[in-house]
Structure formats: C-alpha cells, structure tokens
Nanobody, 124 residues
C-alpha cells in the first residue's frame, strides 16, 4: 500500500506558475505508475498527466500540453507537476494517483491509490 500527500497548491494570477508535489510513503515508489488528475467545481474529475515507473512514457491531456510538465524523483518518492501559463480554467482540486499495474493513463480505474488533493485557483 502507498500513501500520497499533495502539496504546492494555492492562488495565482493568470499567466503564473505553480509546482505541485506528491510525496509517497509505503511500498516502493518506483514500482508505481503515477498520474495527476483534477476536478473543477461542478465537473467530473479529469486526467491531467501521467508517467510510467521509469519515467520513459509520459502522457498529457490536450488541454495542458505545452504548459504542464510531469516529473518524478524516485529517490525522493515524489512526483511533480510543473504548471506554467496558468489559466482560470485550470482552477480545480488536483489529485495525484498511483497505479501498481499501470494501463490506461487516462482512466481513473487504472489507479489504486489517491491523495487528498490540493486546491489550485487561478485568478483572471
């Protein structure tokens, strides 16, 4: 089992940047495919970015390509989401998730463990 704790959210103006971090504890972090999702008010949770165990395979939602970057540091048991050129529509609670078996990065069902989320608010 793995526990996930997100940090780094906050309030930022449009065009600004934030870096989210997700610290994992428990079983070997390097065994997990990692993903970031977000849920805006009144909307369903959606995929943002995902990364394979070794960091070779990376997937992004079209809405964040070119602006967001996912990375991981297996030595620190942490996955990051660097968010640049933020827009008001990026406002959401951001969740990290871990998958032992991997699979479809875009599907919530792929992931076994979830963090509590961190709020990101982008003002216009």
């Amino acid at each position: 089992q793995v526990q996930l704790v997100e940090s780094g959210g906050g309030l930022v103006q449009a065009g600004g940047s934030l870096r989210l971090a997700c610290a994992a504890s428990g079983r070997a972090f390097s065994a997990y495919t990692m993903g970031w999702f977000r849920q805006a008010p009144g909307k369903e949770r959606e995929f943002v970015a995902g990364m394979s165990r070794n960091g070779v395979v990376i997937q992004y939602a079209d809405s964040v390509k070119g602006r967001f970057t996912i990375s991981r540091d297996n030595a620190k048991n942490t996955v990051y989401l660097q968010m640049n050129s933020l827009k008001p529509e990026d406002t959401a609670v951001y969740y990290c998730a871990a998958s032992l078996m991997g699979g479809n990065y875009y599907s919530e069902e792929t992931y076994d463990y979830w963090g509590q989320g961190t709020q990101v608010t982008v003002s216009s």
